[in-house]
DNA sequence: AGCCATGCATGTTTATGCACGTTGTTATTC
DNA sequence: GAATAACAACGTGCATAAACATGCATGGCT
């Protein structure tokens, strides 16, 4: 009754996993009744993409948290919206910041104080976007080859771009999180960015949720003693925190969210 | 009644894409009664018109669910989407093209050839959002301050990038268009990124809708001389377009939008 | 005549399933 | 708690069939 295209059963795959649910390749072959090979393949293909983590049995979303367009993850929004509504309040009057690629960043955007004639600089298609629907906010694009599993411009004409800067504060995308290792990143170039981007701020803030503590990723990008802030959900575990705090950073609680 | 008149064939198969649907090639050869050859023959056509999405067994809708972009062209909607699939026609694969700001060039996101490999640049923060939904497409953001008129970067930086660049073919925002002045901008920074645009590009189309015909703005951008393609709507008068066909432009008449 | 959509024949590409050997996970045993 | 057995999931190479692009011939139409 119903005729298969073999990539828009791909699509579909590709549709769950950017929602954020987990994906099993056993119920897929019986799903679309094809081999679990097939099953296989279109994961593969689609991890390669940079579209999904691909795990013993199925597949998972693109790891905690960090997707592309896929920020409006039901609950991990309001946790989002949450933490960028307390980071916000460490901004002051007439700064100039950065908001790096990251949803939580994204979100962050719609917490900037209205009157403090700010200047935002970014390197993120989308949060520019939305930066850009704000009146009262003055814009800077960094630009350069977009990244697409990113969604922004990493690469070396992006890290030339913001040598340039003077940058009072910025907001550090977190991909991952750890005592020990301090803050890392998943992709080469993205981890190179986020290094030159510290090296020109005056200050820096990380954003992470819970399940982002106590993470690593492949590239390192930053010490402990390099976050001036940290900001952490109301139910951070304290354990994790004293690290943090040893090294200099403040520790920022975030309101539960209603 | 049950006669066909080809195109309708072609028309109707347009009508279910709009509408969201896949169409498998096989069912639609069974159904006008035609071989899967002609099928095919449509959904290539179709494809390179950016109208669908060519996929192994059929063709996919261009975007599943909904083009956030198409709402805010909001006015004159239907019209520049008729300019820009038109204009889309211009483009070879594998070339390298610009998109200059403008809501004609969004429109023309739309209409991009899928299979076509294409490298774009542009300058205008919402373009990119949009071309970066496109993962087929390889993205280039050119930054700089970004000016809230205009919706892009057109300051010294971002004329000093575009220097960098290679381009095959440049679609000019047209501000206004005149049979004897040009092609002329309101702002004088976005003028003069035009110029340095035009000089780095081996073409350059313009799109004008008719409203814009034979109107001028402060600031000189280029001479009719300058423009290899100007696509206009099928309305466009004739007395206009004689004097950009005699500097050597071809002149390209876009369908009457149904 | 020319034009154009179509159908058919050609060779090519793509997706799939199966067989094979390998790797990762779990259970069991000492 | 470490070693090992048992099993599921995995990746790869290969064969097959479907879908594909292209060239050419046909027939209707202006």
Redesign the interface.
Known sequence: MS??????RR?VIADRLAQGQAVVAATLAAEFDVSEDAIRRDLRALAT?GRCRRVYGGALPITPGLS??AARIGEGRERKRALARAAATTIKPAEFIFLDNGSTNLALTEFLPEEAELTVAT?S??I??AV?RR?DL?????????N?VV?G?VDA??VL?ITQLNIDRCFLGACAVSPKGGVSAFDLSDAAFKRTLLSVSRESVVLATTDKLDTRAPHRVAANKDIACLVVEHDAPAAQLKAFAKAGASILKAEPPR
Not at 3 to 8: D, G, H, L, T, V
């Open positions: 005729e298969q295209i073999p990539m828009a699509d993409e592309p367009m390197n298609i989308d520019a976007a850009l009146k003055r814009l800077i694009m960094i630009g350069g080859a977009v697409p969604g411009c004409g992006a771009a």
